[in-house]
Antibody, heavy 119, light 108 residues
Framework: EVQLVQSGAEVKKPGESLKISCRGS????????IGWVRQMPGKGLEWMGI????????RYSPSFQGQVTISADKSSNTAFLQWKRLKASDTAMYYC????????????WGQGTLVTVSS | EIMMTQSPATLSVSPGERATLSCRAS??????LAWFHQRPGQAPRLLIY???TRAAGIPARFSGSGSGTEFTLTISSLQSEDFGIYYC??????????FGPGTKVDIK
């Protein structure tokens, strides 16, 4: 059974760093792309970027380029989303999602990680 | 960058009734469109991909159609578990793609 299991909720202060994770199981992790999607409170879905764990090829949406870093560790079948300096506006639910190719549909989603940034 | 729009923003439907949701792309995306359903507090779930192919386990009451710039999701007989927000998403162009703003389907 394919599963994407995300790390737990985080509460951080502005200016702090953060790295959240998404572990894939039940499939060959290095053969599928993993993307990250932001959902701000009460708002819609926004693609942040995607990564191919096989070779770490990474594509960012223009709005998120330079704001976050997406990475993956093949040895642990885990993808990561990282911030160097959080802002209050980063408060959101973050989902990871699997897709077969950079231009293909999502087929599986993680359960989401809630990030709250507040002083 | 491709822009996606959805209409209506909100759709009030009685259980058992038919619901028709629209999605429009600012330029042709061929049939590279997916539909997702999200219930409050849950992750989205894939319903339709390739504009008209139902994902595994999705009931036949869900159907998708369209190509180019105009797409439709039809729910033939709405069930209680179908309420929530529906998003379309294009994956034709520069990855990772763009979501529409969503259509909220609520109980009439």
């Amino acid at each position: 059974e394919v599963q994407l299991v995300q790390s737990g909720a985080e509460v951080k202060k502005p200016g702090e760093s953060l790295k959240i994770s998404c572990r894939g199981s039940g499939y060959k992790f290095t053969s599928f792309w993993i993307g990250w999607v932001r959902q701000m409170p009460g708002k819609g879905l926004e693609w942040m970027g995607i990564i191919y764990p096989g070779d770490s090829d990474t594509r960012y949406s223009p709005s998120f380029q330079g704001q976050v870093t997406i990475s993956a560790d093949k040895s642990s079948n885990t993808a990561f989303l990282q911030w160097k300096r959080l802002k209050a506006s980063d408060t959101a639910m973050y989902y990871c999602a699997r897709r077969e190719a950079p231009i293909s549909h999502v087929d599986y989603w993680g359960q989401g990680t809630l990030v709250t940034v507040s002083s | 960058e491709i822009m996606m729009t959805q209409s209506p923003a909100t759709l009030s439907v009685s259980p058992g009734e038919r619901a028709t949701l629209s999605c429009r792309a600012s330029q042709s995306i061929r049939n590279n469109l997916a539909w997702f359903h999200q219930r409050p507090g849950q992750a989205p779930r894939l319903l339709i991909y390739g504009s008209s192919t139902r994902a595994a386990g999705i009931p036949a009451r869900f159907s998708g159609s369209g190509s180019g710039t105009e797409f439709t999701l039809t729910i033939s007989s709405l069930q209680s578990e179908d309420f929530g927000i529906y998003y379309c998403q294009e994956y034709n162009n520069r990855p990772p793609g763009t979501f529409g703003p969503g259509t909220k389907v609520d109980i009439k």
